[in-house]
């Protein structure tokens, strides 16, 4: 689906070194790496925002639709949660779907800043949703949300990658239950410039919880 043939190092990227590896339909991938690595900066340069790494080294990027989750939900201040999603070619009734797919219905004629953190995330996830992704790009999405809004974001993050068996998620994260519950596959990335130190496949909560506790002892 992807091969990242990114070759940070020689470019003189401010962050990211060199980063060859490949990604399948069906990877669901938690990035996890200390804080400040250049996490976000990979998932850019994934989603083409990094004017320093070059559409080649994000090789079949062409041909797959993305959809990226920022750490601020960015949604148009002055447009409604519907408008927001008809700004990215959702029909009315597909609208009408998106927002119960996400727990919203009912919302989609509320401003973003008449919503809660929680659900003006849920509102960006359905604007994510509405160009129907093939890749997934979630930014630390529980920052900042309570532990039950986080729980509740999180268990309607799996049961969509459920529904969308083929569907590519990469979310950056430090949570080892993010892990846990949404990943089939672990990325770490470190060092000065960052690369990927670890690329594992893992099968259940406490292999990711055994891997991720490992990372820790280590950083």
């Given at each position: 689906?992807?091969?990242?043939?990114?070759?940070?190092?020689?470019?003189?990227?401010?962050?990211?070194?060199?980063?060859?590896?490949?990604?399948?339909?069906?990877?669901?991938?938690?990035?996890?790496?200390p804080?400040?690595?250049?996490?976000?900066?990979?998932?850019?340069?994934i989603?083409?925002l990094?004017?320093?790494?070059?559409?080649?080294?994000?090789?079949?990027?062409?041909?797959?639709?993305?959809?990226?989750?920022?750490?601020?939900?960015?949604?148009?201040?002055?447009?409604?949660?519907?408008?927001?999603?008809?700004?990215?070619?959702?029909?009315?009734?597909?609208?009408?779907?998106?927002?119960?797919?996400?727990?919203?219905?009912?919302?989609?004629?509320h401003?973003?800043?008449?919503?809660?953190?929680?659900?003006?995330?849920?509102?960006?996830?359905?604007?994510?949703?509405?160009?129907?992704?093939?890749?997934?790009?979630?930014?630390?999405?529980?920052?900042?949300?309570?532990?039950?809004?986080?729980?509740?974001?999180?268990?309607?993050?799996?049961?969509?990658?459920?529904?969308?068996?083929?569907?590519?998620?990469?979310?950056?994260?430090?949570?080892?239950?993010?892990?846990?519950?949404?990943?089939?596959?672990?990325?770490?990335?470190?060092?000065?410039?960052?690369?990927?130190?670890?690329?594992?496949?893992?099968?259940?909560?406490?292999?990711?919880?055994?891997?991720?506790?490992?990372?820790?002892?280590?950083?």
């Amino acid at each position: 689906m992807l091969d990242l043939r990114i070759e940070g190092e020689s470019q003189g990227h401010p962050v990211l070194g060199d980063i060859f590896v490949s990604v399948a339909p069906g990877d669901h991938i938690c990035l996890l790496g200390p804080s400040g690595i250049g996490k976000t900066s990979l998932l850019n340069a994934i989603a083409g925002l990094d004017p320093a790494i070059s559409a080649q080294a994000i090789l079949g990027r062409e041909d797959v639709r993305v959809g990226y989750l920022f750490q601020e939900h960015r949604l148009l201040p002055w447009r409604t949660v519907r408008q927001n999603l008809a700004l990215v070619g959702a029909s009315p009734g597909e609208v009408d779907t998106l927002l119960t797919e996400v727990g919203l219905e009912g919302n989609g004629d509320h401003f973003p800043d008449q919503l809660s953190l929680g659900m003006a995330r849920r509102a960006a996830l359905a604007r994510c949703l509405a160009v129907r992704p093939d890749l997934l790009l979630l930014d630390e999405p529980f920052a900042s949300l309570d532990h039950h809004r986080a729980v509740e974001l999180r268990a309607l993050i799996a049961s969509l990658l459920n529904r969308h068996t083929g569907m590519v998620m990469i979310c950056v994260t430090h949570d080892a239950e993010d892990v846990g519950e949404l990943a089939n596959r672990i990325w770490y990335l470190d060092g000065c410039p960052a690369k990927l130190q670890l690329d594992d496949r893992i099968s259940d909560a406490t292999t990711a919880a055994r891997i991720v506790g490992r990372l820790r002892q280590s950083a």
